[in-house]
């Protein structure tokens, strides 16, 4: 097993992230089965549900070290491969309290799994401030004389920065962070997240980590590369726009969904259009808004009608509740695409029973490591389910969970009879899965998170089917066995 671990300096939100992403993708793109850990230093049973009171693990750096083996080992792709390299992305920033454990323990780490199985990735800010217009190397030699007195020693130094290096800048990088000229890389701003493997596989990167960690890797034409270049361009050059209503309680704080924006641009990109997401605050679309915010609740109303399709994100709670309802309705009754997680729909139903019931793993008293977390199996009940028709035509789907509550199966008539269909359920047959509306362009409810398995190539079925549906082509695709004109 090869371990390339992926840390940052100076700045938090540095990129860090996206340069594991690409590293990981221009070495799958070379045959070579892939996986990836992200870390989030918090020193925490479920940093989910964060609780100053929850302490450290005995031996903490060894506890970290043995669940880094044990989950690189996992396998992530479908033909089941034990994953040859781990690209390890450490979050926040050297020198932040948080993550001290964590770099002692890779610092360990590189002397048990030996020096031709570690590489280091540090990524650096190189700022150039306008009032000289010169780009300053200071932070980047700071940052990296903190890691290696910590015990790391970067192996390639990948270097933010506006504007492409200059050649004087990377040489005195080079010399002041014992590194050759070759392993500092520029990471320069361009047009699209898409262009960053690109990038670093222009300036050598699978060149010196074949070399560096003795990878099995043929130095010849790649087809997925090719296939990710061709994305990129698209992407630079789409010329028609899809509009889709966000309603969420935390819109404000719009990295709050970027698993759901991503997903939605990766699916976007799919039918060649330009995303545009309009962030709507669901308590905005409520009745006691417009007795108090009049302007606000036209202004959230008016971002609802006027977008192309609507997506309500999952997640429970009392405040907004009214407002996604409201939303769901009027997706609902003007036959507007419409996608939702975690399943709401069930409120539109106005029966007096139950209509949500705790799972047998909720524990009222305890709210961490009681939710129905990860994997799992939905089970397609009907032929003619349009996700199931999006999936490919298969008979179950494995995709992530992370809920508390669920519907009601008892009621499951009460739905029928008002045309909403559960054509997917757990193996079991004991949970809903997936809802659909007969008579309507696109009305799915999921109860798993289909955004976490979404990718730019291969974007998320749900997702994919609420663009199609919002952009106007969804029959067509379905009518011609799915598949999308070459245009």
């Avoid at 964590?102 to 800010?125: D, G, P, T, W, Y």
């Avoid at 669901?282 to 008016?302: G, I, M, R």
Wanted: one cysteine or more.
């Amino acid at each position: 097993m090869k371990y390339i671990l992926v840390t940052g300096g100076v700045i938090s939100g540095i990129g860090k992230g996206i340069i594991a992403s690409s590293v990981g993708t221009i070495l799958k793109s070379c045959g070579l089965h892939v996986t990836a850990i992200k870390i989030d230093p918090y020193i925490n049973i479920d940093a989910g549900t964060f609780s100053p009171y929850e302490h450290v693990v005995p031996h903490i750096t060894d506890a970290i070290q043995e669940w880094v083996m044990k989950q690189a080992r996992i396998s992530v792709d479908s033909d089941g491969v034990e994953p040859q390299v781990c690209v390890i992305e450490l979050g926040g920033t050297v020198g932040d309290i948080e993550s001290m454990p964590f770099i002692e323990a890779f610092r360990q780490f590189q002397f048990k799994v030996k020096k031709e199985n570690f590489c280091n990735i540090h990524v650096s800010l190189v700022p150039q401030p306008n009032t000289t217009g010169e780009q300053k190397t200071k932070p980047t030699q700071n940052s990296v004389r903190e890691l290696r007195g910590l015990g790391l020693s970067p192996d390639l130094i990948m270097c933010r920065c506006t504007s492409p290096l200059e050649t004087a800048v990377k040489e005195k990088i080079s010399m002041f962070c014992h590194v050759e000229p070759t392993q500092v890389i520029c990471v320069h701003d361009v047009s699209s997240v898409y262009r960053v493997p690109l990038l670093l596989e222009d300036q050598g990167v699978v060149s010196y980590l074949c070399q560096r960690l003795s990878l099995p890797i043929e130095m010849r034409p790649r087809k997925m590369l090719a296939k990710w270049k061709e994305m990129a361009d698209r992407s630079a050059r789409l010329l028609e726009h899809v509009s889709i209503a966000l309603v969420g309680k935390y819109t404000k704080l719009s990295d709050s969904y970027t698993s759901v924006i991503k997903a939605l641009e990766h699916s976007a990109l799919a039918v060649n259009h330009k995303l545009e997401v309009k962030y709507i605050d669901s308590a905005d679309l409520e009745t006691t808004t417009l007795q108090n915010e009049p302007v606000k609740y036209h202004e959230a109303w008016q971002k609802l009608c006027s977008s192309h399709g609507v997506l309500v994100p999952g997640g429970f709670g009392v405040r907004g509740t009214e407002g996604k309802m409201l939303a769901i309705n009027w997706a609902r009754k003007q036959n507007k695409p419409f996608l939702e997680e975690t399943f709401f729909s069930f409120k539109l139903l106005s029966h007096p029973i139950s209509r949500v019931i705790d799972m047998p793993e909720h524990n009222p008293g305890q709210m961490g490591g009681t939710m129905r977390l990860g994997k799992r199996r939905t089970i397609f009940k009907s032929s003619t389910s349009v996700l199931r028709k999006l999936y490919g035509d298969v008979e179950y789907v494995d995709e992530r969970h992370r809920h508390r509550f669920e519907v009601n199966p008892e009621l499951k008539h009460h739905f029928e009879k008002r045309g909403l269909q559960f054509v997917g359920e757990d193996v079991e047959g004991e949970r809903m899965e997936v809802i659909e509306l007969d008579d309507h362009c696109y009305f799915v409810g999921v109860q798993f998170h289909p955004e976490f398995t979404s990718r730019p190539i291969k974007p998320s079925p749900p997702y994919f089917g609420l663009l199609l549906a919002a952009a106007g082509k969804l029959q067509s695709y379905l009518a011609k066995g799915c598949r999308l004109s070459p245009r």
